[in-house]
Structure formats: C-alpha cells, structure tokens
C-alpha cells in the first residue's frame, strides 16, 4: 500500500439533462435549467473538497448538430448565465477559464467569456475551466497545426518535438492533467473530450442523472480514488 493519492483536477462529462426531464414529463430545456443549477452546488462542494482544478464539458463541438430549437435554447441559457451566475461564482475566489472553438460561439457570448476569464485571472481557491464548443480531436488538430509551422519556420525541429512542448499547445496548456473524470447517466464513454489529457486519469462511470449529482456521490468518488493504486499520472 503506497500514500494516499491527491486529487488535484476532476474531469465532468455532466449528462442526462434531456432524460432527467423526460422522466418527469418536461421539456429538454427544463433539464437544462436545473443542470446548470447543479454546476454552482458542485463548484462549491469541490471548492470544500479542496479539489483545484474542475473541468466541466457543458457543450461539445457534436452538439451543434442538435435541433435549431434546442441550440438556441442552450445558448439563451448560457447568456443568462454567463451575467448572473458565473459573476457570483467568480466573487468566490474562482478563476474561470473556457477551453473550444470560441470563434463558433456568438460575439455577444464571446465577450462575456473573455471578459470573465480577465476579471477572474487572480482568483485562486479553484479553477473553473468550462469546455464549451469542445472537441478533443479539433484541439489536438490545432495544437498539430500550430507545431508543424514552427516546424516550418525552422523554429523547432522535428525531433525536438516532444510531449511538453506539444502539450503546450493544447487550449488546457495552464491546466495540469486531471485525476478523475466523471461521467453521469450511465454512458461509458469519452465523447471527444480530452482525449490526449486522460492519459493516465482514472475513470467513474455513474448511472445518476446530471442535475442529481450531489456533493455525497462526489465525495465518495475522491475517497474512493485516494486509495486507487497508481502508477503513473500522479501530480
Ligand atoms: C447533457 O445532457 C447536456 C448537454 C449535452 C448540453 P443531454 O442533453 O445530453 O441529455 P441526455 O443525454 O439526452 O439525457
Ligand atoms: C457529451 O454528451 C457532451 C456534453 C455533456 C456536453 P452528449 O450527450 O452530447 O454525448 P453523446 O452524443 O451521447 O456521446
Ligand atoms: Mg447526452
């Protein structure tokens, strides 16, 4: 028996909005609603866990290819949000950073990221990083991309090309490799999400519905990975 792990970054894939409002008859939206309620319960509880990184995926890349009605739906929440919640989250000494494809967002939206992220730069009780837009293959294309040229330029060449200096690359290069990751409503699998930072991080697959994950099933699932025995990936 090794020490106790640390649990410095926990991943979430928060699923099962649409199910946890079909089940009591509701529309889409509503899930939607209360899963975005449950962000800042489980922001705080991770805030007392000590946890210092949380990595939410809150809309993929894929995702746009849902319902005009139901994008347009989710944007509208995320405005909303983005003026009235994220404010008072980054009141309580969290730093927000939002990892994707900004540039696919509307420019109304993309200003309040950047504007949060600014205002939030010094906060340092926990890191809020919001994957939004997020597609892990789009990212590590970018990050390609962005390497080759340097390549080109004669500024790096092609065998000082290494896991750090591509890692930095990444839209996650301030942010370490998470310990954990989350999935809720029963789904195993990734989704495109951090593909090339879950190297090494230990996976929970839960059945519970997104806006039912409570601060009890996270606790259980940081105590039950401190006694994990690992190998790699420790921080
Ligand atoms: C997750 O809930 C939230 C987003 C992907 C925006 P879903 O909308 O995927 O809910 P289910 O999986 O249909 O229940
Ligand atoms: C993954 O959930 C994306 C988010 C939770 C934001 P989805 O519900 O979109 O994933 P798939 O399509 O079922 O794989
Ligand atoms: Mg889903």
């Known amino acids: 028996m090794g020490t106790e792990n640390i649990c410095k970054h926990i991943a979430i894939i928060m699923d099962g909005n649409g199910r946890w409002a079909k ?9 939607h609603k209360k899963g975005a309620e449950n962000v800042i319960k489980i922001t705080r509880a991770m805030k007392e866990s000590g946890v ?9 890349t894929e ?17 909303e ?7 008072e989250i980054m ?21 309040k990221m950047d504007s949060l992220e600014k205002e939030s730069a010094q ?17 590590i294309i970018a990050a390609v991309q962005n390497i080759a040229k340097d390549v080109q330029d004669g500024k790096l060449s092609l065998s000082d090309i290494s896991i750090e200096n591509f890692a930095e ?50 606790n259980g699932i940081i105590d039950t990975f401190k006694s994990r025995e690992r190998r790699y990936g420790k921080n």
């Open 23 to 31: 089940k009591r008859g509701m529309p889409r939206t509503f899930g």
């Open 52 to 60: 210092k990184y949380l990595t939410l995926y809150a809309f993929s």
């Open 63 to 79: 995702n746009w290819q849902r319902s005009k009605d139901e994008v347009d739906a989710l944007m509208q929440l995320l405005n």
């Open 81 to 87: 949000y983005l003026d009235k919640e994220m404010k």
């Open 91 to 111: 009141e309580n000494n969290v730093r927000i950073i939002f990892i994707g494809e900004k540039y696919m967002l509307s420019k109304d939206i993309q200003e």
């Open 123 to 139: 906060n340092s009780d926990l890191t809020l990083c919001i994957a939004l837009s997020y597609g892990s293959r789009q990212e």
């Open 169 to 218: 690359r990444l839209y996650t290069k301030d942010v370490p490799d998470p310990d954990i990751l989350i999935r809720t409503s029963g789904e195993q699998r990734i989704s495109n999400y951090l593909l090339w930072q879950l190297a090494y991080t230990e996976l929970f697959f839960t059945d519970t519905l997104w806006p039912d994950f409570n601060s009890d099933e996270l």
